[in-house]
T-cell receptor, first 117, second 107 residues
Framework: GAVVSQHPSWVICKSGTSVKIECRSL??????MFWYRQFPKQSLMLMAT?????????EQGVEKDKFLINHASLTLSTLTVTSAHPEDSSFYIC?????????????FGDGTRLSIL | QKEVEQNSGPLSVPEGAIASLNCTYS??????FFWYRQYSGKSPELIMF????GDKEDGRFTAQLNKASQYVSLLIRDSQPSDSATYLC???????FGPGTSLSVIP
């Protein structure tokens, strides 16, 4: 089945550091990918929709200059958390649609746990 | 604004019982609904999806969709301790997730 690989799985870094998270579709092409953030005991919150070859679409309240998204190829989307601070500590998950049809589920990466000290 | 609502629980059921999880949605245009299970610290994994009115069964799981009432549910029969997790309901559109229902199956 379709596999989405997310890397790294775990990051600890100092405040002010920029962190890049990669999301790859391993055996299929993904023109669209989704980036979510999940705080403890809360649901997944959609941050942005990554579009191959064009600008990402950000959800209301998400700072596009803080969370930089690049989708330069059909198999890779990256999320860069710039100048990360402790409040950015969270579980970040990417996903790709299973197909163009609305009847297909998402394929999720394993997530990245980000801890900012 | 399109929303998906769930009873956040926690829901506790004894082992072997039926667990019933419910979800309502605001967007009448939503065509497909997905149930995911998420263990603590892990990504969601798909359990079932449904896009037609009525019931869809897969093993111990049954999804029910009522588009007129904008209601979708998941029944888990013969609940097992390994079913203890958070269950997320999602509508396709932008894959907007409900808040999730925490299920605990007591041995």
């Amino acid at each position: 089945g379709a596999v989405v690989s997310q890397h790294p799985s775990w990051v600890i870094c100092k405040s002010g550091t920029s962190v890049k998270i990669e999301c790859r579709s391993l055996d299929f092409q993904a023109t669209t990918m989704f980036w979510y953030r999940q705080f403890p005991k809360q649901s997944l919150m959609l941050m942005a929709t990554s579009n191959e070859g064009s600008k990402a679409t950000y959800e209301q309240g998400v700072e596009k200059d803080k969370f930089l998204i690049n989708h330069a190829s059909l198999t890779l989307s990256t999320l860069t958390v710039t100048s990360a601070h402790p409040e950015d500590s969270s579980f970040y998950i990417c996903s790709a649609p299973g197909g163009a049809s609305g009847n297909q589920p998402q394929h999720f990466g394993d997530g990245t746990r980000l801890s900012i000290l | 604004q399109k929303e998906v609502e769930q009873n956040s629980g926690p829901l506790s059921v004894p082992e072997g019982a039926i667990a019933s999880l419910n979800c309502t949605y605001s967007d009448r245009g939503s065509q497909s609904f997905f149930w995911y299970r998420q263990y603590s610290g892990k990504s969601p994994e798909l359990i079932m999806f449904i896009y037609s009115n009525g019931d869809k069964e897969d093993g111990r799981f049954t999804a029910q969709l009522n588009k007129a009432s904008q209601y979708v549910s998941l029944l888990i029969r013969d609940s097992q301790p390994s079913d203890s997790a958070t269950y997320l309901c999602a509508g396709y559109d932008k894959v907007i997730f409900g808040p999730g229902t925490s299920l605990s199956v007591i041995p």
